[in-house]
């Protein structure tokens, strides 16, 4: 029901936006290249406002003809340059769906992936929209792997991996102040296992063999002591580690 009614409610602002696009559009003309020429004449001049309203005249004045395919790209583009991000895939999703075999369908899916990315929030707030950012990245991957921009498509879902990692972390960090050794350690591992390739996870291995010490676990501590120097020998904590190791009773 809440999917439901969020859906609505864009639609209902997509609708709105259309129908108030009709009084304020600069589209005066029948011939559909006339019309997208206009409409992208504000686009490059960073008019995305003007963009919006004449793109959403031509998304129903030409539907079906030849600039659909590209009229429809650059409406979702004009909302993602606005930061409107919500809207943005909407349209790149309508994009999509429509028009999945033309050429700006290949960009418009990495421009969808970049939507969810500009609506992953910062690390401690709710990570739905990170989770499904890296889906659409990775499905972009699946689908074009030598495209341009799937270098930047790898490097953003390391990006989004590092926060989910961060997250995790601090929860783990927060549960070692409060005493509680046992949850902590669940979060470290989680990291260990699910964010291996992650700019945290020799944090969380540090983190997890000072958990287990403090639970006088010494065996295990020193298996994961091993387990360090083994994963991560150019690291940071490496001396850290090494202390911690020499703290361990023989």
Do not use: W
Not at 137 to 146: M, R, V, W
Not at 197 to 209: C, E, F, P, S
Request: charged share 30%; aromatic share 14%.
């Amino acid at each position: 029901m809440k999917l439901y009614l969020v859906l609505l409610t864009l639609v209902i602002t997509v609708i709105m936006t259309g129908c108030s696009g009709s009084d304020k559009s600069n589209i005066n003309t029948d011939d559909p290249d006339k019309a997208f020429e206009i409409a992208k004449k504000s686009y490059d001049k960073g008019d995305y406002l003007q963009a919006i309203d004449d793109f959403s005249v031509i998304k129903v004045k030409f539907s079906g003809s030849n600039i659909s395919d590209k009229s429809q790209y650059y409406f979702g583009m004009s909302y993602l340059k606005r930061e409107e991000y919500i809207l943005a895939a909407y349209e790149f999703e309508y994009l999509l769906k429509n028009y999945g075999t033309s050429s700006f369908a290949v960009e418009g899916r990495y421009q969808l992936a970049m939507c969810y990315y500009g609506l992953s929030p910062k690390y401690p707030l709710d990570q739905t929209y990170t989770y499904q950012a890296i889906s659409e990245f990775k499905n972009f991957l699946e689908l074009y792997p030598t495209d341009k921009n799937s270098p930047e498509a790898e490097a953003r879902i390391k990006e989004l991996r590092n926060k989910l990692a961060l997250k995790d972390l601090k929860s783990a960090d927060l549960y070692y102040k409060m005493d509680d050794y046992k949850a902590s350690i669940v979060y470290y591992e989680h990291i260990l296992s699910e964010y291996f390739d992650t700019d945290y996870a020799d944090d969380a291995l540090v983190g997890k063999i000072t958990a287990l010490i403090a639970r006088k676990k010494y065996d295990d501590a020193k298996k994961e002591v091993e387990r360090f120097e083994s994963r991560f020998p150019k690291s940071d904590l490496y001396a850290k580690v090494q202390s911690l190791k020499k703290s361990l009773p023989n």
